[in-house]
């Protein structure tokens, strides 16, 4: 079995990742404050390529079937950046989607096992669902 081995750039980076979704939800909250999304957009990059290496993240993020993904986030940062704020988290959560689709079924798993939140993705409706879409990936 694999071992997650768990350093201090990779607390620190997942630290960075948890701040970085807080600041942008911060900024969604505030009517789409382009100075907490661009914060939340920072942080969170930088977080996950502490968590995961800095090849890897290139690794991921340059790879052929993530391309629209990266593009995507990338633009969206950008019109975050320039000031606008509404179209880039619009594209930033696309871009989001596409290059996280994979890990879904992942985190569906971990959910499961959270003791209150568990039971509530165990329900049948919620199960079929999840099963409806277990293994699909967003089309590239």
Do not use: C, H
């Amino acid at each position: 079995m694999v071992s997650f081995e768990m350093n201090d750039r990779k607390k620190i980076g997942l630290g960075l990742t948890g701040f970085g979704i807080f600041f942008s939800f911060l900024g969604i909250i505030f009517f789409f404050d382009k100075g907490l999304l661009a914060m939340g957009n920072i942080l969170f990059i930088s977080g996950v390529s502490l968590t995961i290496g800095p090849k890897s993240t290139m690794q991921f993020f340059m790879k052929r079937q993530n391309f629209k993904g990266t593009m995507s986030f990338g633009a969206g940062f950008f019109f975050v950046v320039i000031g606008w704020p509404i179209l880039g988290m619009i594209l930033e959560a696309y871009g989001f989607i596409v290059l996280f689709s994979g890990f879904w079924p992942t985190l569906a798993v971990f959910l499961q096992r959270i003791p209150i939140l568990g039971w509530v993705f165990q329900q049948p409706f919620v199960r079929s669902f999840m099963d409806r879409y277990r293994g699909r990936r967003v089309p590239v």
